[in-house]
């Protein structure tokens, strides 16, 4: 019991387990023990000693990522192509869908496999929209989870783990990355549980989820292994060293991982951007998803805090570097690493596979876990409820933009209803973004409509990427598909893909007639919103 003195006499007994009664003490010095009907001589007050908990910071993460199970249309960039795949594994067997004339399952060539699984497992008690959307909800809330469980483990208060909220919708999430933001999530629960009071059980749950990630995606093995690297490398070596042997999953998947990239051909046509253009694009880099500042803002806002709050932490000097134990400087190293590669590695010409923003948002995602020292619970009490102040602004905000864009996406279902089974489709776009996101959410939700009808979709993510558990077979007439064709709907008409495809979808400016290829044998079939469907003159293909 803890006894906080109104005069100068203060009487403090041990604290009980669980909550803390706090008094106040007579002017002759005697601790009131019970309820009077004298004030101000006494008075109590009940609070509870879990300051730390996990309650309020899960609240948060909750409802900050609810939006994923609620909308249907998110603007993820490549969520339509994976349900199209998540369909395909369903359907693969029903020539009724039309998809075992043109795609195969071939799982043995990739590990990216977990995710997908997954929603077709849920697919058969939930609409498929629905199971794909709780992959990503569970994508995006790993992330804050692992960050929470893992100040825990140190002993740090989770709500400094509020600070990771700003990221949670990165740029990944924009792009449709869901294997790496999940992989990410597993990872550092698994981290959590590694660098916690090390049994026998909690190695085999380590190891369990090690390869979980394996089957989900390499950045999570990655960082897994850097931590672990790291926790060798900066002290507690024998620590460390206690837990690798139930880490030889990581070490198995990653040479697993590098044996089918090894097999799939090397990368093409690398750049090294200049440093003035990566400085630039930073921001957007960590979470540029939307129009305007308000992500922006909310960067800076955390940032403000950082350094206003827990500037104590940042080690600006070598002595504030020596002074930060193990773990703390393993985090820091984290940051950096990422910065580093950010700035400094290659970049890929294709979107899907560029990686340097990636490193971005991971030194931005690390940020939390080296802030949280032990000198954070010496913070200024202004902390919690600025740190509380910002998670509602991110939730509040994220609310706004994810409605906004379901909204105006809602146009695409009459399309979609419309589009006949079994149907040789392909996208136009000529209007990628809409008036919500800054991505270009838009540029496969024709893979929406092959998910719900079947068959072939010109632009299609088995046919693009060896890391898919569905190959696309060679079929006889059926023609060559660009590799720019989402991006340039011209090439449409040089390749000659109107002989073959039977109806198109195509996404323009509201009252504006889109320069069309040539030829085009379609006729307009429905329009709503900036959508159109066209079928061919010539009967649709049975």
């Known amino acids: 019991m803890e006894v906080v003195p109104t005069g100068s006499v203060a009487v403090t007994a041990a ?35 879990r300051d730390d908990g996990l309650g309020i910071p899960l609240a948060f993460a909750l409802l ?18 994976h349900e199209a795949v998540v369909s395909m594994i369903l359907h693969l067997g029903d020539h009724g869908w039309a998809f075992d004339s043109y795609y195969e399952w071939v799982p043995s060539r990739t590990l990216y496999l977990l995710p997908y699984l997954l929603a077709a497992a849920l697919a058969h008690v939930i609409p498929l929209h629905r199971a794909i959307n709780c992959i990503a909800f569970c994508s995006v809330i790993a992330y804050p989870i692992g960050v929470f469980l893992y100040l825990r483990a140190l002993g740090r208060p989770a709500w400094v783990g509020l600070l990771s909220l700003p990221v949670v919708y990165n740029q990944s999430f924009f792009w449709g990355f869901v294997n790496f933001n999940f992989a990410v999530g597993l990872a550092l629960v698994t981290i959590a549980l590694t660098v916690g009071n090390w049994t026998r059980r909690r190695a085999m749950i380590v190891s369990l989820m ?61 750049v090294w951007p200049a440093f003035a253009h990566r400085w630039s694009q930073f921001a957007d880099s960590i979470a540029g998803g939307w129009r305007g500042y308000s992500e922006r803002a909310g960067l800076l806002f955390a940032l403000v805090v950082a350094v206003v709050f827990f500037r104590n932490s940042i080690p600006f000097t070598v002595a504030r570097w020596k002074s930060l134990k193990v773990h703390e400087r393993i985090a820091w190293q984290l940051v950096a690493v990422n910065l580093l590669l950010y700035f400094s590695m290659p970049e890929l010409r294709v979107a899907a596979m560029k990686a ?10 690390a940020l939390p876990l080296a802030l949280a020292t032990e000198t954070t619970r010496g913070a200024s009490h ?29 146009s695409f279902d009459a399309i979609a209803a419309a589009v006949p089974h079994g ?59 660009p590799n720019d064709l989402e991006w340039k709907p011209a090439l449409f008409g040089e390749s000659q893909l109107s002989q073959y495809f039977d109806c198109v979808i195509i996404r323009s400016q509201r009252n504006r007639e889109p320069p069309l290829p040539e030829p085009f044998p379609y006729l307009l079939q429905l329009k709503s919103g900036p959508w159109r469907l066209l079928r061919k003159c010539e009967p649709i293909h049975d």
């Not at 106040?24 to 008075?43: E, K, M, N, Y």
């Not at 340097?356 to 995602?365: G, K, N, P, V």
């Open 64 to 81: 900050l990522t609810l939006p994923c199970i609620l909308f249907r249309y998110l603007p993820m960039v490549d969520l339509p192509q």
């Open 15 to 49: 604290q009980p387990r669980g909550w803390t009664v706090s008094g106040l003490v007579v002017p002759s010095g005697l601790p009131v023990l019970g309820f009077t009907d004298c004030w101000p001589t006494t008075a109590f007050r009940f609070r509870s000693r």
């Open 210 to 270: 090690a390869i979980v990630i394996a089957m989900t995606h390499i950045y999570g093995l990655l960082l897994l292994g850097a931590y672990v690297g790291f926790w060798l490398l900066s002290g507690e070596r024998r620590q460390a060293a206690q837990r690798l042997p139930a880490l030889i999953p990581v070490a198995l998947g990653l040479s697993l991982w590098a044996i089918l990239i090894r097999g799939a051909g090397g990368a093409r046509g690398m």
């Open 423 to 481: 149907s040789r489709l392909a996208q136009l776009t000529y209007e990628r973004q809409g008036s919500v996101a800054k991505v270009p959410a838009y540029l496969h939700f024709a893979a929406y409509a092959q998910a719900n009808k079947g068959g072939l979709l010109a632009v299609s993510f088995p046919a693009r990427f060896w890391n898919i558990p569905i190959g696309s077979k060679t079929v006889a007439g059926v023609p060559h598909v």
């Open 382 to 410: 202004w902390a919690r409820p600025v740190l509380y102040l910002l998670g509602a602004y991110i939730v509040v905000s994220s609310w706004l933009h994810l409605r906004r864009f379901d909204v105006e996406a809602r």
């Open 356 to 365: 340097s923003f990636r490193h971005a948002q991971l030194a931005a995602m």
